[in-house]
């Protein structure tokens, strides 16, 4: 039986104190009675300059209320004593086995790519990381009986306390220690990228998103990857996260041979809803760190700027199969979109999958929630701004227009 407890206890105890990079490694070490944090081959020098930015961060800018100072702190202990123990196996493991041709879906935000992760998790040919594994990934998935039932059980306590399980996030977002994540926390022990969506650091994320830093986020990820698969390699990864778009030179630098596929919706609907989720992370650390007038147009201007740019790379990488999934289709017609998408990779989508897709879908609730009451003008946009900035964008891939507000 695995004692995360005696390692990750104070993941769920209340703190009051100031956060400071030395100090938290000193807590980890001590937690986990390892001192190695990778040395030049993980980049430690500028993973120790990250955190520092980051700590400054939440002394500063990101405003933390008194439980979100705990929150944080939380979510640092977890990155902290996950990465020690991810160093200290991984230089244990007597192989290192490929990561071959991995099916990757990214795109917009907001565009069903967790809806369809989850559907094509189902495969039981595909290997996905959970929320669980992907923070916590010692011991790999298969080494003991018990591991993945206590992993699951005793993550699922560290969301509660982070304030990840509440209905008003679920109802915007699925967290759960068990279900299918996205590549994005499998990134998160090289302290990069992921930790600006939840905590408002900007000297922290100018940092974070150098070429160095997306880097270093990409070499973790595989890294954690081979962990997780252990010497169990069969089975094809299936990854996911938006952020891949922004980041798609890296993506393939990591994985040549990625299969990948993109989401596309009516960025009307998208930017507010991305905004609407935005607010709502960053409400369970901080007190009014980001004026959601001010974000709208931010994002706006953010995406427009990812989706030409990701336009132009396709553009300029024809030999490259990239597959275009449009939201409509994929919400009125799930595992024939699936079944399209597996057509267009060579793949064949087997009965059992089928079946187990089916069954998902019966019980899923994601995109059933009721209708949360915002709007464009909630985030500073009018709908002006939408078709300037990503009128091009819906025309070049003939995506519907949705009624927006």
Same mark, same amino acid.
């Given at each position: 039986?695995?004692?995360?407890?005696?390692?990750?206890?104070?993941?769920?105890?209340?703190?009051?104190?100031?956060? *400071?990079?030395?100090?938290?490694?000193?807590?980890?070490?001590?937690?986990?009675?390892?001192?190695?944090?990778?040395?030049?081959?993980?980049?430690?020098?500028?993973?120790?300059?990250?955190?520092?930015?980051?700590?400054?961060?939440? *002394?500063? *800018?990101?405003?933390?209320?008194?439980?979100?100072?705990?929150?944080?702190?939380?979510?640092?202990?977890?990155?902290?004593?996950?990465?020690?123990?991810?160093?200290?196996?991984?230089?244990?493991?007597?192989?290192?086995?490929?990561?071959?041709?991995?099916?990757?879906?990214?795109?917009?935000?907001?565009?069903?790519?967790?809806?369809?992760?989850?559907?094509?998790?189902?495969?039981?040919?595909?290997?996905?990381?959970?929320?669980?594994?992907?923070?916590?990934?010692?011991?790999?998935?298969?080494?003991?009986?018990?591991?993945?039932?206590?992993?699951?059980?005793?993550?699922?306590?560290?969301?509660?306390?982070?304030?990840?399980?509440?209905?008003?996030?679920?109802?915007?977002?699925?967290?759960?220690?068990?279900?299918?994540?996205?590549?994005?926390?499998?990134?998160?022990?090289?302290?990069?990228?992921?930790?600006?969506?939840?905590? &408002?650091?900007?000297?922290?994320?100018?940092?974070?998103?150098?070429?160095?830093?997306?880097?270093?986020?990409?070499?973790?990820?595989?890294?954690?990857?081979?962990?997780?698969?252990?010497?169990?390699?069969?089975?094809?990864?299936?990854?996911?996260?938006?952020?891949?778009?922004?980041?798609?030179?890296?993506?393939?630098?990591?994985?040549?041979?990625?299969?990948?596929?993109?989401?596309?919706?009516?960025?009307?609907?998208?930017?507010?809803?991305?905004?609407?989720?935005?607010?709502?992370?960053?409400?369970?650390?901080?007190?009014?760190?980001?004026?959601?007038?001010?974000?709208?147009?931010?994002?706006?201007?953010?995406?427009?700027?990812?989706?030409?740019?990701?336009?132009?790379?396709?553009?300029?990488?024809?030999?490259?199969?990239?597959?275009?999934?449009?939201?409509?289709?994929?919400?009125?017609?799930?595992?024939?979109?699936?079944?399209?998408?597996?057509?267009?990779?060579?793949?064949?989508?087997?009965?059992?999958?089928?079946?187990?897709?089916?069954?998902?879908?019966?019980?899923? &609730?994601?995109?059933?929630?009721?209708?949360?009451?915002?709007?464009?003008?909630?985030?500073?946009?009018?709908?002006?701004?939408?078709?300037?900035?990503?009128?091009?964008?819906?025309?070049?891939?003939?995506?519907?227009?949705?009624?927006?507000?």
């Amino acid at each position: 039986m695995l004692r995360l407890d005696a390692v990750y206890a104070a993941a769920l105890e209340p703190y009051a104190g100031t956060f *400071e990079a030395t100090r938290l490694m000193a807590e980890a070490e001590q937690a986990t009675g390892l001192c190695d944090w990778g040395g030049e081959g993980w980049a430690e020098g500028r993973f120790r300059a990250r955190l520092g930015a980051m700590c400054r961060g939440l *002394e500063g *800018e990101a405003q933390l209320h008194a439980v979100g100072r705990s929150r944080a702190h939380s979510r640092l202990h977890v990155l902290l004593g996950s990465r020690l123990r991810q160093v200290e196996y991984h230089g244990r493991l007597g192989h290192r086995q490929p990561i071959t041709a991995p099916l990757v879906g990214t795109g917009l935000p907001r565009a069903g790519t967790t809806f369809l992760h989850g559907l094509l998790a189902c495969d039981p040919r595909h290997r996905v990381a959970t929320a669980a594994q992907a923070a916590i990934p010692v011991p790999p998935p298969g080494q003991y009986v018990t591991a993945e039932r206590d992993r699951t059980a005793f993550y699922q306590r560290i969301l509660a306390f982070q304030g990840f399980t509440t209905p008003d996030v679920t109802a915007i977002h699925p967290y759960a220690a068990g279900a299918p994540e996205e590549c994005v926390f499998l990134q998160e022990g090289a302290c990069g990228t992921p930790l600006g969506a939840f905590y &408002n650091a900007p000297a922290f994320a100018a940092l974070a998103t150098t070429d160095e830093g997306i880097s270093d986020s990409y070499a973790w990820q595989k890294r954690m990857m081979q962990t997780l698969q252990g010497a169990q390699p069969s089975g094809r990864w299936l990854l996911k996260a938006p952020s891949h778009a922004i980041h798609i030179d890296a993506l393939f630098a990591a994985f040549p041979d990625a299969l990948v596929f993109i989401n596309h919706r009516d960025p009307g609907k998208v930017i507010p809803s991305m905004a609407s989720l935005y607010m709502k992370l960053y409400s369970l650390a901080s007190a009014g760190s980001v004026d959601p007038q001010m974000l709208g147009p931010r994002l706006v201007a953010n995406w427009s700027g990812i989706l030409d740019r990701l336009d132009d790379w396709r553009a300029a990488h024809p030999q490259v199969r990239i597959v275009d999934v449009h939201y409509g289709d994929l919400i009125v017609a799930p595992i024939v979109t699936a079944r399209r998408l597996y057509t267009a990779f060579g793949l064949h989508l087997p009965d059992v999958a089928q079946r187990a897709m089916a069954a998902h879908l019966e019980t899923d &609730n994601h995109g059933k929630a009721p209708a949360r009451p915002y709007g464009l003008a909630d985030f500073g946009l009018r709908e002006a701004d939408i078709e300037d900035a990503f009128g091009a964008y819906i025309e070049r891939h003939g995506v519907t227009r949705e009624v927006r507000t």
